[in-house]
Structures are given as C-alpha cells and as structure tokens.
C-alpha cells in the first residue's frame, strides 16, 4: 500500500498528534512538506518548495525562494507556487490585486444564486451574514473582506513571519 501522488491524504493529516512516530511504516520521514499524510504511508514529495512573501520589501519580478527575494503580493506567489509548495508570508495586510467581482452585473449574479441559496437551505445560512441586507456593489466592492484570493491547487500558506532578515529557525 502506497500513496499515489494524486491521493487526497497527502499533507492531510494532523502533526498535532500526541505519540504521532517521526517516519512512517517504511521509515520515511513524516511531514516532508507540511503536514503528515492520512494513514501509514507518507508520500515522497519532490515540490517541497517555499515561496516566500514579504510585502514591506519584496518584487514580484523576483523568483521569491529566499526572503531576500522575497514576491511582494501574495497574488504572484501562488501564481509562482507549483503543487504541494509552501508559501511563507511576512507579518503584514495583503489584498489581492484583483476585485473579487469586476462589474455590478456579476456581483449581482452572484448575490442572487446566494439568496437563492439561502431560501432553499435556510438551516446551513442561520446565524451568517443574511444577504437580505444586499450592499450596493460599490459598497461591496470597498469592503476589504470582499476581496477574495483564488487558489487552484494544493499548497499550504504560513503567515505571520517577523524579524531582522526574518529569520525561520
């Protein structure tokens, strides 16, 4: 029995585990990546890579792989990112650099699926933000929490990285 790299318990484990063994039923190393896969078996990885992000100094034209070269947006690193890679994100605000909707009409399309959505399945939208209260789209469009990023692949992202030359160790 091994993991196939398509397999949805690759990095989908927990490492929060009390007594969880260092190397699997063959003696790999656990969380190669990030996370410990799901079960016996870790699979063997090869795009382990880290994206690093800082928006106080980074480039997007830079390859991102040191803090030193570091993307500025987090919008180039998961472009940069390939499957299974990590990005490393400096202490900081990030926005995406595209609005989540680009006109009035599709914000609009979208709050309509959405309260059709809640009218058929009331019992999962008790408690959320009811879309009853529909903001205008310019309204909408200048809430930070509106943004959204899109992520198209299996990566992980860690934040919150602060110090001289941020150092990971």
């Excluded at 509106?146 to 299996?154: G, L, Q, T």
Aim: aromatic residues 12%.
């Amino acid at each position: 029995f091994h993991l196939s790299a398509a397999s949805p318990c690759i990095n989908r484990g927990t490492n929060i585990v009390e007594g969880l063994p260092e190397t699997d039923f063959e003696g790999d190393d656990r969380a190669i990546c990030s996370f410990v896969d799901m079960g016996a078996d870790e699979f063997i990885q090869k795009n382990c890579d880290i994206i690093y992000v800082n928006h106080a100094t980074g480039d997007d034209d830079d390859s991102g792989l040191t803090w030193d070269l570091a993307k500025k947006t987090l919008d180039a690193a998961i472009n940069a990112a390939g499957e299974y890679y990590q990005i490393w994100v400096a202490q900081g605000t990030y926005k995406p650099s595209e609005p989540a909707f680009k006109s009035a009409k599709e914000y609009n399309e979208y709050m309509d699926k959405m309260e059709e959505m809640e009218s058929q399945f009331p019992e999962r939208f008790e408690g959320a933000n009811s879309t009853k209260a529909r903001p205008s789209f310019e309204e909408a469009m200048s809430d930070p929490r509106r943004n959204k990023f899109y992520i198209d692949k299996p990566l992980a992202i860690y934040g919150g990285f602060s110090g001289s030359g941020l150092e990971t160790e």
